[in-house]
Structures are given as structure tokens and as C-alpha cells.
């Protein structure tokens, strides 16, 4: 139930009126049914009609205990709710139905179960953020909406093929939650339903950041843009952009196509775009920034923090041309140059880090921050004790592989079994390719007279890189910050990575199966649909202090369900009784905390004889 607000014009006059009322599911789609007349609420402000409607649908779901003996208005709705006849019956004639009947025991059985804990959060929460409006607005017909509803809720909920996501709509109570036969979707509706909703990809975007934004009342000033890559199941011969390229998912050996992604420091996406497999993150900047602007619109002092892969003159200078502000990590090149710095222990100061949140039990690293200011810009100088030890792990372990590579490449040119110069620098080459963080601590030669590889460690050179683990250097054009300051708003970026991760294991974006373009896209599309239901669960349930992830409540909803209870009466007629079940404590706390109803469905009752049965 929710409140609406209606205006009439009569002589000159305008008359307002507010009207409780449901949405209600018919053969010609959702209507609005007015349950009754509340008067003019102006007194009250409307941030607390939403609170009004629910607490008013409480206590007529007989939840007596949640109105508070002040409040006379509830109280009057109430009883004049109940006092109202129901709709197509004259006040004073009997009931259609009697509601009390003499039941044989024996006979009771339930059936028709079906799972609904997490597709009704899902779908609570498309519809708090007005998802169906805004494909609506699309000019997208009723029944595509509702398919691509199902769509991202089984991405929310059980990623599975649009082949197999006939049968998964059987086993839950989605047909219950939209009173609609969807297990009669077929695969090539679903496949028809993408193809329709790809095109307002942009728009749809555009319109979700807005109403995000001032649902949750989002900070846009920071923008954090990082980029991943999905790679394929096949030879995706009929997409043109999955080409083979660096892989984060270490497959090399597929196709791939390289997904950027804006997120807001709350991780909520702005933008993502789909790039070729083989794209240079640097490259991808400008465009992105470009799309940014077009769908949600970019603002002068906004601050854009990017990786080390986009830290070059170029791409600073895209984000500086458009009037915005950068927080960026540098290059390796550019931090060696500050290693005196690094060096001097003076004028670090360690960053105080609170426990996480999701996981209060587990240990900070330790991190120190120094910041110089030089030609205008400020620098932040880091040093983490975890990513000390991470970068010493990797470092030996190349080094150790780069050893063992250059002595079976020194005995095979020692026993003349690679001969010719060229061959033999282009196996150094690959050395060089294959452990560029290490080999130019280890200078490599071939002398042709003698036919020897040589190589030797350059020991200084290898000092510096073992005193600059564990270091890192940011730099921005904000002289308002400090080093702390930098420090932390770089490492929103972890939102972004979050959602990435998010978007691959849970929602399960990787591998794609499709072959063709549009439906890639389309698919990758489906995967952020789903990521924005999943990121507005997860802040709402942080702003009522609780700290889980959606991984944790898809386990917790799966007890709450729906079933059809049989009760064979002892006049021989069946009365069947579609319904949810009364959620668990730990279900029920979670709905609390989420704001939605613990009632699922609307009973449904029906009658049959007892042969029918």
C-alpha cells in the first residue's frame, strides 16, 4: 500500500485529496485500487507517507501491536477501512463465501511450494527504484518489461542460460509475486526481450544514477572508473570485439572483451561500457569520460580516480581538459624517481584504520602516508606492510622462474641446439616479455663469436627494487587534501573491483556463452541491471548497521516460501489457499531492516468439489 495524491478543479477552486491504495495485478496489467479516502494530509510532511501506508497495511494484516495508542489517525483509517464494504457487494448483503469452515484434518496437505525470499527482496527493491517506470519510459511495452524483470532477478538470484531460466521461474514465486503465468516464457522470448532492451542502454542507465542518487542521497563528487575482462566459451566468431588480450580471469587462452565500469564511492555504477578484447586501458579514458557526460551529466571539480594503467600525460590531460580533477597512481618509472624520498623514514605517519565492517575480525595492514607538494600538484607517498610483503612474493618468485628460464636457454645454446642469432635473441626477448617485472634487474648478451649467452645480476639496481616493495605514489591536482586524504579516496577504487567481483561470481557475468555482439552486450547489460538491485540490498541493510553480503542473504531467504494449503471441508467441497508462509525471525528481521512487507501474495482462495480435487 502506498499514498497518492490526487487534485481536483471546481469553480475556480483546486481541491486536494489523498487516496490510499494498492497495486493489484489484472489480465490488462498492474492497477491502482483505492482502498480509501484519507483527506488532505498537507499537515503531514510527505517524506512520512510511505510510513503511514505501512503502517496502516500492518495493522490490517492484524499486526495490532505496531500502532502506537497516540495515534488516533491510524486508528480511525483503520476502522474505516474495515468498515467499508468490499467493492461489487451492497453494504448489508451476505458474504460470497463463508471464512468459517468445518475442516477434515486427515485430508490436509500443502502443495505447489515455492521459493520467493529473494526474488521478493529483488523485486521490491525494482520496484523502489523505479525500474519498471523507466523502461516504461522507453516505450517499452508491458510484457517486455516484466520479462526483463525476470531476466535480472534470476541474475540477482540464480544466474542460469536463457534456456534453462523457464524451468528456474517454476520453482519460485515469481508468478505469485506478479500474477503472471511466467513459466510460459519461452527462451527465444527472453532472447527477443534482450534484443529490445539493449538499445535504451544509455538511457536506462541515466535515469537509474538519478534516482539512485537521490534515493540513498549519493556523494557525486568522487568518480572511481577501473576496467575488468570477461572472457568466452567458444570462438565467438560473430562478435567483433572479443579478440584475445590480457586476461584478469588468467584464461589467455579465450577470446575476451574488456568491460569498464563508473562507480560513485558507494559503488553504485554511473556508466559501463564494453570494449575489444585486445583495448589498452589508457585508451579506453577518453571515451568513457565522453559517455559519462552524455548519460548522467559531468560537473566542473568532480574528482576522477583511475589506476596506474591510466596514469599518463594524455589521460590526465583528458580528465584536466573537461574541467575535472584527478587522483591517480603513478607509473613505476615516475615513482623510482622519488626513491631518496621513500628512503628518508621522516615525515611518515601511519593511517589509523578502522575494522571492516564485514569482517570485524580481520587484520589491517599497516600503512604510512608523506605528502609533498611540487610544480602544483601533491604527491602522497605510501607504504603498506601487506603489499610489502606481496610485492616481495611475486618479485622472488619471478626472479626465481627468470633464473631457471635463462639456464635452460644458456644449455640449449651451449649444446647447439639453438644456433642461429636471430632465434636465439628473440627466446631473450621473450624472457624480457614474459618477466618484465624482474628482467631488467638481469642484463642478458649474446656474443655470436663465441656462441655464449651471458647474463649477470645488477646488484644495485635490484636494491632499489627491494627497498621500493610495498610502496606506491599518488598524485592529484587538489591542493585541499592531505596525504591521508589522497591516501583514502584512492582506495575507493576498491569499489569498483568489488563490484566487478560482485558482478562475476554471484551474478555470474563470466563465462559468456553468447557468440554474437548484441547479445553479449546485452548480457553484460543484464549482469549491471542486477548489480544495482544488489548494491542498493547491501546499502540499505548497511545504513541499519548490518554488514553481510548478498551471497549470506540468498542462503537466509531461501526458507521463506509460498504454498497452496488443501482443506477438505465436510460439506465434500476443497477450499485451496494460495499463500506465503510466515517468515522466519531471522527472514523477518532482514525485511524489517530492507523496509519491505512480509506478506508476499495476496491469499487466493478457490473452491472446488471434492472429485475434482
Known sequence: MYIKRTHRHYKGKTYTNHLLVESVHTAKGPRHKVICSLGDLRPRPREEWLKLAHRIEEALSGQESLLRGDDAEVARIVRQVRARPS???????????????????EGVRTEGHREAGAVHVGHQMWERLGMGEVLAGQGLRERTRRIAEVMVLNRLCEP???????????????????????????????????????????????????????????????????????????????????K?????????????????????????PKAHEV???????????????????????????QTVVVDRGMAYEENIEQIRRRGLHYVVATRQSERDEWLD?????????EI?????????FQKKSRVWVKGVAEAGLCY???????REQKDRAIRLKQEARLREDLAGLQERVAGGHLVKAALVHEAIGRLKERYSRVARYYPMSYDEGSHQLRWEVNQKKLEVAEGLDGTYLLKTDRSDLSAEDIWRIYVLLTRAEKAFRNMKSPLAERPIFHQITRRV???IFLCVLAYHLLVAIEKTLMDHGVYTSWWNLRRTLKKHGTCTVVLPTDTGEVLRIRRGSIPDPDVAQLYKKLAIPTEVMKPIRTWSSQDSA
Not at 532472447?191 to 542518487?213: F, I, K, N
Open 521 to 523: 552486450d546485452a548480457h
Open 244 to 268: 584475445r588480450g590480457y586476461s584478469r580471469d588468467k584464461r589467455p587462452d579465450c577470446k575476451q572483451v574488456v568491460v569498464g565500469l563508473v562507480v560513485n564511492r558507494d559503488g553504485f
Open 160 to 242: 542460469l542460460s536463457e534456456h534453462a531460466m523457464p524451468g528456474w521461474m517454476g520453482g519460485t514465486a515469481l508468478g505469485d509475486i506478479l500474477g503472471a503465468d511466467v513459466e510460459r516464457y519461452s527462451g527465444m522470448a527472453l532472447y527477443r526481450t534482450m534484443d529490445r532492451v539493449l538499445p535504451h542502454r544509455e538511457a536506462v542507465e541515466g535515469a537509474l544514477a538519478a534516482r539512485e542518487a537521490e534515493l540513498f542521497n549519493l556523494d557525486q563528487t568522487v568518480l572511481l572508473y577501473d576496467l575488468t575482462s570477461t572472457y568466452f566459451e567458444g570462438l565467438a566468431e560473430g562478435n567483433a570485439k572479443a
Open 352 to 360: 589509523t584504520r578502522k575494522p571492516s565492517a564485514t569482517n570485524p
Open 87 to 105: 467493492r461489487g457487494r451492497k453494504r448489508g448483503s451476505p458474504e460470497p463465501r463463508r471464512e468459517i469452515v468445518s475442516v477434515c484434518t
Open 275 to 301: 570494449f575489444d578484447g585486445n583495448r589498452q586501458d589508457r585508451t579506453t579514458l577518453d571515451e568513457m569520460l565522453r559517455k559519462l557526460d552524455q548519460r548522467v551529466g559531468l560537473r566542473p571539480g
Open 341 to 349: 624520498e621513500f628512503e628518508d623514514l621522516k615525515g611518515f605517519a
Open 380 to 386: 602522497a607517498m605510501c607504504k603498506s606492510e601487506g
